[in-house]
């Protein structure tokens, strides 16, 4: 069976590093090429733990040479310098999964409001599939162009979606308290995610203003059938990789029990490969270097609480776009993940 | 001037050994015992950190040996265990700052709900003054005993007990969702608290059952006036020290602004010496190792956030009992604790 | 085709767990059977990452019981019990990868020098394969029972060996400076082992008292030709997993140059499919969760270094374990490693 | 008593954020400017943890704006940063403790080797007292200029030059080992530092190359008599803070024990209030955030093993500073330090 031809494009980061890890284990994958628009070297001098497993450099390429190599591309390139590239891809032919927030939200003005800079491809938003196979499957499978959802959406919509499609929580003022470990701020040389910055300590930042925010909101208004706000704090956690979100929301029934919550979210992922609904208090490190989500609940006092956890590179990231890679291009769905 | 003589009890611990190192900044105390029930080694040999610096070896040692060596004694002791030997104390005319958790709560039923056992000395309880001179200075001021706050309770109460004393926030249903170092666990050797199990993870623990809850819950209502409830959740954070809390809170009037509860805090908290309302958000490295607690407010949606950082086992343990220590016994507050 | 049928001995720890992840990614292997003294509790309470992935409970079995349902056991028990069970294990034709160190020396006496016990089947010492393919593949190939390295002797081994051979090194009074994630520990609830006795802090431990000492003379002494002693000094390094082990010796010949000690290494490991001889200096996250080896060399002064990394848990311990399995049965070797 | 009025130069770095703590501490020291070549903030924002404490923005200033405020000068500047601005000062009558690089050796010629610069103030080299008062301290009493010693060279002298001192060990070939925590690099925004590039992972690094060795092997030649060598390489390990470093080196006596080294020690720095010799293996988080040093040793077939532990910004460099200060400004040496 001929394998499909991938180029990583932004690779010298940390989503990528994972990316390629994965199709390693990936029999119909085949990197042929890795793009920076800066460095030249070798890759594995870039991330030594490819020494001697990948002998690729660093290439700044054009659309056009791109799409003449391969079939497939995975983005892991920045808000807007993704969408600068993406729509030249896609008139050539080559299948894009994005990791990068450019095809996330559905209207040129929503992303100006958060990102703060005009979209490079406008026409597009609102007529990309949002990349969470638990949710939109089917659409993927036709899909030229998939957008990878964001780490924390992933955690946050996969225990809360359910729950207001089956109308058992009110959909509003759903608070979202997530705690992700440090490689969600990525690999550049900045002040604040220094070793000694992170190290034994942890911080909320972007209180009331993360750009995750309306990703959610609008998954979440899709499962709830109407508009719907959360209030979403992110938190620095001192570990590299993991998400744990926590959520309060309020029951719509009366006498809502965990049993009850626990049963609703069994059912709506009884076949889901990759999300576990577990009775007890998930860890972080359950789920880290895997694509599992671990889901619980809890009812206290009049709150719903649910717990989920994911690996942030690997769920949350890298691990998603493969499994949309598979849905796209019709492996099973698996493959190379588990 | 004559040093109090002071006997710390159950000093194998991490509290004790914090209790130690401050006191030996203290001009006015002077360290006569340590005990342990089971351990007669050098203290130590049990902390390291002390090599050539305290000359005392654990003893096992009854009230009135400690009454007739000291005058004031800190109990790090177990929660029951504490309460055994406390009345002894007392009687003997030794003042008693306890650590346990055994008098913070105001009933015996109380107590034997949250904590499974009768109380070993029923009749104190809602008699003994609960040390957070913050809020009660002057009844700690003519104390024999003084209940030293729990670290969890004392992270959340500080931000919310201005907020609902000055009536802007809905007193019920406010969400307090926490995260702490490992150090908050102790110092037994349980499977739960290995590095191993700790490090590189985050996870949420006892969801609407943990012992701060009542003790959270009775301060607020004090501030507010009547009986209130809160949702709260711990988390486990890797790190050693450390406690960050953000709670979740509806506003009680019209278009509250962040400044409006940020000038409500910094009100309230003017001549405080160890509470800082600051304007960004804190994270717990800024209070490692110090006595400070740092505040801050955020209004998003329709819900007032709060952000407090403190070091549990410093103000949420021995700094705040050697604060307590200096209010009794009439030493200028910040004595060995800046 | 068939797959081999595994029962895991001892799977409550660090090393089973490891195990378990390596075997579900190999197309020969089925785990039948995971074995505990006192756990009965499914597999996944034990090891919640394992949840909805490996439906076994812990169960307490005799070898007859084990060699019925399985034809290749992994033995993660502690010394001395692992011994108790090989002999007749073996006798029932089952084949033995025994991860503890109770076949690595080879005699009785040194057995009983280094472990303060006799050993339970001292006649097979001295006839059992040290299960290190890169020195050892030939004799592995028809082995029933393969002592697995110990994780320390396994990153000193690999870069010395070959310097030694080639008689560019002293054999005599290397010095080996090993630093070792928590992991190496074990899973004990003991005091040492808490997160923060570990965290934040490195230490010294067993200087000159080590147990793996004469497991890393005993093969040197192989390589070299002639009984060599080496100063062993291991170090508790606060992170999960990883060694990382730095190697002190006196050049044999003139001007050696690292170039030349790079060489050596280079051509000695040309073929094996693990071992990556780098130019840079490698840090343990390079082989984090991986099966390879990155080893590189200096020259400073009159001293030859070199410098290793692995993870501890998997070429020290499962990943090296999988390989034996893979090559006593014929399996690629790379099998469920990349 | 009138206060020693003090700036401190290059004040956003971690090592100046530890003095400031310090001085804190200090009845006798008055902080009176904080400066900094670009950064015109107050002081709290860069270092979050002064919040409410030191109402100082940093400046710019120059050599005679210090010297006109201040009598003291502490420079945190990087090497030659500082010797630009220090002949200037001491001209003025500022008494300067430098803990940059720029004063230790004692050449222009060897600061050029291994810093790569030409020296700013050559004339003054081999003539500056090197800032250990445990070896130097009647030299530091007149000193106007100090030069505070590195954070390694400090961890290898103290347990090196009393064995060399007393010709108990070879002072040739000494294999020193080091390993330091993360803040010893600084808090430069560099991709090395990240987060993410240093948990969970230990390296060595300029290996054979770090400008800590001839800093160490002039005072190790000064203890021994004659021109000596060492071999030294550090480690990166994750951690904040701290530094283990374990020597190697050759008896120089037949069967020399460890109570023999051990006795060496004790007697050499029985009247030193930071060092204390310690008979069992200790660990860095033994002396976190104080000015101890811990030291033991042992005995290992033909080689003397010494391990000693400091804080890397304590002892290392800003604890060391202030017990400098206090040496030169005949305050107890003690004073702010314990």
Redesign the interface.
Known sequence: MSKTRITILGAAG?TALELIKIL??HPNAEIVAVTSREDKRPIS?VH??L??LLDLSLEHLSPKEIAARSNCVFSCLPHTASAKIVPELLACGTKVIDLSADYRLDSPEKFQLWYSEPHPDPDRLGNVVYGLPELFRQQIVDANLVANPGCYPTSAILPLSPLVKSNIIEPD?I?I?S?S???G?G?A???D?????????????S??THRHSPEIEQIISISSGKQT?V?F?P?L??????I?T?T?SIPKINNLTKSNVIDVLKIFYCKEPFI?I?D???????????N?V?ITA??????V?T?S?IDNLIKGASGAAVQNFNVIFDYPEKTAL?
Chains 1, 2, 3, 4 share one sequence.
């Open positions: 940390y390693f284990r001098q030594p733990s020494s001697g003022n608070i308290d705690k470990g440090v490689s701020r690999r040389a900045k002040l995610s220094l070793y000694c910055e992170c190290n034994e300590s942890i911080s909320a930042y209180v009331g706000t209030i704090t938190h956690t001192p570990m590299n990789r993991g744990l926590t309060y576990k577990v007890h208090l998930p860890a972080t490190k359950d789920v880290a270097g895997t599992y671990h809890e009812v206290v006092g009049n709150r609480i717990i956890v588990v």
